[in-house]
């Protein structure tokens, strides 16, 4: 019930529609229903009176009855088309606004490709559901009930046959949906797991090829389909039981009238019955049966549909974890950063700290630089300071001021971070760079740039600061990308800008050049870097070493360097030229051969 | 990504006949039974109008008059009987109809889901015999396509379509039959009405097609624009750019739904529109008919010209008839565009199925091998932790064999992956058995393509390749590609448990095998820290490990195979350098002995290379020790000092 809630929320402006169309629905079934009691008639008083003025005369009526019948039906047909597209625009419309007001941890929680699935495959299945509710599924059981009716209007003892077979029909359908729905819930994750698992093999292929593991994944494969296909046979076995027993009800019902019908028509001599109206009762019976026809279709579609509505209903209903104070402060004062007994877990239920009692104290203008292995959670530790995550325990200050306290736009326009999986964006470096302020004037763009050590590159394309970025930003190379990134971010003009491994794809000089770019005409400005290089921490105020969620040393480049053992692991490792001199000698050797093979020198 | 739906004039009937084909190749005798089951169900479902008119002709008219001269109880009495009769036939058609209802429902479920499996299998099976190229040059999704809107198309059109066409046309064909024979001039009437329902199918069906057309379009926009956004969300969160791209998707979404409301408006026209043309026939049928009874005119069946006038009974009757005639085209009509989607999704998938598999000409065999001290080698059916090359030589009929050493030299190999744009320039280089060559240069000058070329991903244009002095094109490829090990940047892990992961190196390693891999490569210990250890399930591309994890599993995976050349191109890319110098130790006991071709772009990973091979715009430019090079103050010193930008 929550679910339609939530969703039908979505209708707003299509309102009008959801109701006209059913209503219109209703009114073309009526006449629809009306025009075989009325042959009844036409055909009893051509009988009697089969002048062609008599024939016109009735038939005009029934032509009448059929124009007015279409004009509802293409009425309801424009309004039940423009009410459930216009209910799927909304949908996308407030699944893609609900996904922009989510928190970093709203985000890691649904996959990117199950929030595209959610906007397109189950908003189109809710679509189509929602268009055969307000169009067959008000039709099909109007059609039945007037059908009904009807027949009453002619002959009730004979229609007492109709009202004794519906609800045999009605538990009939009822069984059949009961044993089927858990049979697809389960098929539908089998389903799922198949194609992810071709999913695999495509983006695998080189593996799979390299191993020679065709007809291995073939084989599995196949296993996978069979048992998809069982499942999906099962289902639909037991679905495929509701024509025969809707064919048997209604047959019986036909013949039972047929007999009893004619015999009345007989015993009678045609005065409670006559054969124009038994014909008009089997027409009734034929219309019963096709409307409880669509009505089980409509159930299929329905049942199918309400999966999507569950998946959709979740991320609307999802709330961000991270809102706005009630009266949030604008203004960042300085680039100082405290973390005050910080620990942070990413969610409630993980056992583990992602950060544990981290206390910090940076001043502003600092260059503070972060170093640790994978998992250490440097990352997690500068995301809190933009307020991207909040902190589990402690607090964490910007400018004196606790970042709970600021309106988010504004500290995350003071704020500004590359992050480690940065993306442009398909549009022109130019508009790209505008993310970091849509106003900025084009030499602003430059300046940034030049920071950033990336003009000399982009004035090389032949379309300069136009040059159209791809799709993932595919048409250019690593380094550019996190180069470009770094601009747009300090385009934001922040207070601290932090550099989430944001130069692991570029040379050290160039390294070099942009940490100089920031030292001499950004130097008030607080940075954070997090690098794997020790080069580009090296000149850093202060270095953070970190370990398993915890800062386990901070000191300058000299101090670290003298007293802490994970630093000089990672320098010396990387500085191993001096270090490992033995090994090159030894492979020396081996070379030299190589060279004496005569490998071709270019 | 939904694509765009074309099918191409003319095309239409040979991809549905191919369907035909295909679909009767697996299921020839069920989809006989479910022809003639449908038409029995048709037949008993048309009956009504039938019996109904001998009803009225055989029962009621002679009771009725019978009744007025003898009162009505006897009247019921004379005609009983036949009633009896007529109405046990009529149970005997309908159990008949019933009873072929449920054979065809069920042998329908049967079909449409083995038919969907054959079409995933054999799509899964061409899929793997597809060169690499092939998946270079298409996206995933794209591919992915085939199997999910294109298999679901196709599901649609047998499992609704057919069936529903089938029965419809077998109904308006009896209907057809019983109309002759009951008028043929009532039956023209109805031919008309039919004639203008087509026209307007047509018409209101192509106006809907068009735009279920353009609605698919848009779709596949809409979802690429949604790709890219979601997938940079956390990068408009941080640019507080959410504002700006919902009024980017704003424009995209009302494209998609102006269209939609077009394809489905239309779409809904057409059934009230064929229904209530019904309603006019109708009408035109009982003036007609009526017109007939006034003017006396003779009835006219197929059986020849009657000597009386068409009966109220039978015009009755045709009434029913004409309806049931109307409602059957209108089912049809329903069907276009599942029909229309099917078609361009069955074209699509004959398409894929064509595609031209990988070739392999090889016919040199890796074998396993006895060598004694004279180095003579002999083949051996069991295992010997040997292996040979067997090369049977056609033009004498002898065998030689050659032991695997992984040797391997290229020599003046050009190669590019478009026949315009040469990736390749004369490149030569030899790497002896336990060698480690380092290839270093940009992103595009080169490296990964000879690594393509020697696992034979690629064909080389020019030039020769040789393993262990054979050329290896004349190796089958599946032997060759054994012989080599290949650890990518992008891992590629499949879903299962950390054991099976790295058992896919050799399928029947023991654990112990697996787990010493594992430790060889410095994996064991974050496995053994997991809840699960090695049982710990993988999904979604081990998405619940980090990628630096994945790398340990994937080396860990080769080692399994124990190959004698090794691959391994950006292997320890996201692996941070501090583990990296962990791990060090079992990277180097897992190239002892082996042949290695390292790409890295990291230097320190290569410095102990035996000769690292700067690349260049495909051209190799520099080659030596890292010692020779650094003294040479070349390129390679220049990237090493950081004075050029890798990648």
Request: proline fraction near 2%; glycine fraction near 8%.
């Amino acid at each position: 019930m929550n679910v339609i809630k939530t969703l039908t929320k979505s209708l707003r402006e299509f309102r009008k529609e959801t109701v006209l169309a059913p209503v219109l629905v209703s009114l073309e079934v009526v006449v629809e229903c009306l025009i075989p009691l009325y042959m009844v008639t036409m055909l009893e008083n051509i009988e009697a009176d089969n002048s062609i003025e008599n024939i016109l005369f009735w038939g005009g009526i029934l032509l009448l009855m059929a124009a007015v019948s279409l004009m509802f039906g293409m009425l309801a047909g424009r309004y039940a088309a423009k009410a459930s597209a216009g209910f799927s625009r909304n949908l996308r419309t407030d699944i893609y606004s609900a996904i922009q007001g989510f928190s970093f941890s709203n985000i890691d929680k649904f996959s990117a490709s199950s929030l595209v699935t959610r906007m397109t495959t189950d908003v189109i299945n809710i679509q189509n559901a929602f268009m055969m509710i307000i169009r067959i599924a008000v039709r099909s059981p109007i059609m039945l009930v007037v059908s009904v009716i009807m027949s009453f209007t002619i002959n009730w003892k004979i229609a007492l046959i109709f009202l004794a077979i519906i609800p045999v029909l009605g538990v009939g359908l009822f069984v059949i949906f009961k044993k089927v729905d858990p049979i697809f819930t389960k098929v539908f994750k089998k389903y799922d797991a198949m194609n992810e698992s071709i999913q695999e093999n495509i983006k695998g292929i080189r593996v799979v090829k390299s191993y020679v593991r065709e007809d291995y994944e073939m084989d599995k494969f196949g296993k996978t389909a069979q048992d998809v296909r069982a499942s999906f046979q099962r289902g639909e076995m037991i679905i495929a039981l509701n024509s025969p027993l809707m064919q048997f009800a209604i047959w019986t019902a036909i013949t039972v009238i047929c007999i009893y019908g004619s015999q009345l028509v007989v015993q009678s001599g045609g005065a409670d019955l006559n054969a124009e109206s038994l014909s008009s009762l089997i027409a009734y019976g034929a219309q019963c049966m096709s409307a409880l026809m669509t009505l089980s279709m409509v159930m299929v579609m329905i049942s199918i549909a309400t999966s999507s509505s569950e998946r959709v209903a979740e991320v609307l209903s999802e709330k961000s974890t991270l809102t706005n104070p009630e009266n949030p402060v604008h203004e960042v004062p300085n680039g100082s950063v405290q973390f005050k007994k910080v620990s942070f877990k990413y969610s409630e239920k993980a056992e583990r700290y992602a950060l544990s009692d981290v206390d910090l104290d940076i001043k502003s203008g600092q260059t503070v630089g972060i170093l640790g292995g994978t998992g250490s959670s440097k990352s997690t530790l500068v995301n809190l300071i933009p307020r991207l995550y909040d902190a589990t325990e402690g607090e964490v200050l910007v400018g004196g001021i606790n970042v709970r306290d600021y309106d988010l736009e504004s500290l995350r326009d003071q704020v500004s971070v590359v992050l480690q999986k940065n993306v442009l964006f398909s549009g022109t470096i130019k508009e790209n760079l505008r993310w970091g302020d849509p106003d900025a004037t084009d030499e602003e763009l430059v300046e940034a740039c030049k920071r950033a050590q990336a003009h000399e590159f982009v004035s090389s394309f032949p379309d300069g600061y136009d040059t159209y970025i791809e799709q993932g930003g595919t048409n250019v190379s690593g380094g550019q990308k996190q180069r470009l990134c770094i601009a747009r971010a300090l385009l934001k003009k922040p207070k601290i800008l932090i550099l989430d491994d944001s130069t692991s794809a570029v040379d050290t000089k160039t390294d070099a050049l942009i940490r100089q770019a920031f030292r001499e005409e950004l130097p008030d400005v607080t940075k954070f870097i997090i690098a794997q290089r020790v080069a580009s921490v090296e000149d850093a105020d202060v270095i953070l070493i970190m370990d398993g969620g915890r800062i386990v040393a901070k000191g300058t480049h000299e101090e670290l360097l003298a007293s802490n053992r994970i630093y000089q692991e990672v320098y010396y490792s990387q500085n191993r030229m001096g270090a490992s001199k033995q090994d090159l000698d030894d492979a020396g050797g081996d070379s030299k051969a190589f060279s004496d093979e005569g490998g071709a020198q270019e | 990504m939904r694509k765009r739906i074309e099918i191409q004039k003319g095309s239409a009937g040979k991809i549905l006949g191919r369907l035909f084909r295909y679909m009767s190749h697996y299921y020839k005798w069920e989809l006989l039974v479910v022809i003639i089951c449908i038409a029995v169900t048709a037949v008993a479902g048309i009956s009504s109008s039938v019996f109904l008119k001998i009803l009225v002709d055989d029962v009621i008219t002679p009771g009725l008059d019978y009744g007025k001269i003898y009162g009505a109880a006897a009247g019921f009495d004379q005609v009983s009987g036949t009633l009896y009769t007529i109405a046990g036939i009529m149970a005997g058609i309908y159990a008949a109809g019933i009873l072929c209802s449920f054979i065809y429902t069920r042998l329908m479920a049967l079909i449409t889901q083995g038919f969907l499996k054959h079409v995933r299998v054999d799509m899964f099976d061409k899929m793997q015999t597809l060169p690499v190229r092939y998946f270079d040059t298409h996206t995933h999704g794209d591919i992915m396509s085939y199997y999910t809107n294109d298999v679901d198309a196709l599901r649609q059109l047998i499992s609704q379509s057919v069936p529903q066409g089938l029965f419809s046309l077998v109904s308006v064909i009896t209907l057809l039959v019983y109309m002759l024979i009951s008028s043929v001039y009532l039956t023209l009437v109805v031919l008309a009405g039919v004639a203008v329902m087509a026209v307007v199918t047509k018409t209101v069906g192509s106006k809907s097609a068009k735009y279920f057309v353009r609605q698919q379009n848009s779709m596949g926009r809409a979802e690429g624009f949604v790709e890219e956004m979601i997938n940079g969300q956390k990068v408009i969160k941080v640019f507080c750019h959410e504002k700006a791209s919902e009024r980017d998707f704003a424009k995209v979404n009302d494209e998609l739904f102006h269209d939609a409301d077009k394809a489905n408006g239309y779409g809904n026209i057409l059934m009230p529109a064929i229904m209530n043309l019904g309603h006019v026939v109708f009408v035109a049928v009982a003036i007609v008919g009526g017109a007939l009874v006034l003017c006396n005119v003779h009835n006219l069946t197929i059986t020849g010209l009657e000597a009386s006038v068409i009966t109220m009974g039978a015009i009755v009757s045709f009434l029913n008839m004409s309806r049931q005639f109307t409602l059957n085209i209108g089912q049809v009509s329903m069907q276009i565009n599942a029909v229309v989607m099917a078609i361009a999704g069955a074209g699509r998938i004959f398409e894929f199925l064509d595609n031209e598999p990988e070739v392999d000409d090889g016919y040199v065999e890796l074998v396993n091998a006895n060598i004694d001290e004279q180095g003579n080698i002999t083949e051996s059916a069991e295992r010997t932790g040997k292996w040979a090359w067997r090369h049977p030589h056609r033009a004498e009929g002898t065998v030689t064999y050659t032991e695997l050493k992984g040797d391997i030299r290229l020599i003046d190999v050009d190669f590019g992956y478009v026949p315009e744009k040469m990736v390749l320039h004369d490149v030569t280089l030899y790497a002896k058995p336990g060698q480690k060559i380092a290839f270093v240069g940009a992103t595009g000058a080169g490296k990964t393509t000879i690594t393509n070329l020697i696992n034979r991903f690629y064909d080389i244009e020019d030039g020769k390749i040789r393993y262990d002095g054979i050329n290896i094109n004349k190796i089958k490829k599946a032997d060759l590609r054994r012989s080599l090990g290949i650890v990518l940047q992008d891992t590629n892990l499949f879903t299962g448990t950390i054991m099976d992961n790295i058992r896919y190196g050799k399928l029947d390693a023991t654990d112990e095998e697996c787990i010493a891999a594992a430790k060889l490569a410095g994996a064991h210990d974050f496995i053994t820290r997991l809840p699960e250890g090695y049982a710990t399930m993988l999904t979604g591309d081990g998405s619940n490990l980090s990628q630096g994890q994945k790398q340990l599993l994937s080396i860990a995976r080769v080692a399994v195979a124990d190959p004698p050349v090794l691959i391994l191109d950006e292997a320890t890319s996201s692996i941070d350098t501090r583990t990296e110098y962990l791990v060090q130790r079992g990277m180097d006991a897992l190239m002892e002995g082996r042949t290695v071709f390292v790409i890295a772009h990291r230097l320190s990973t290569i410095q102990n290379s035996d000769a690292i091979m700067v690349l260049d715009h495909g051209r190799i430019i520099e080659r030596g020790s890292h010692e020779e090079l650094i003294e040479k103050k070349g390129q390679y010193y220049q990237l090493y000092t950081g004075a050029f930008e890798l990648e």
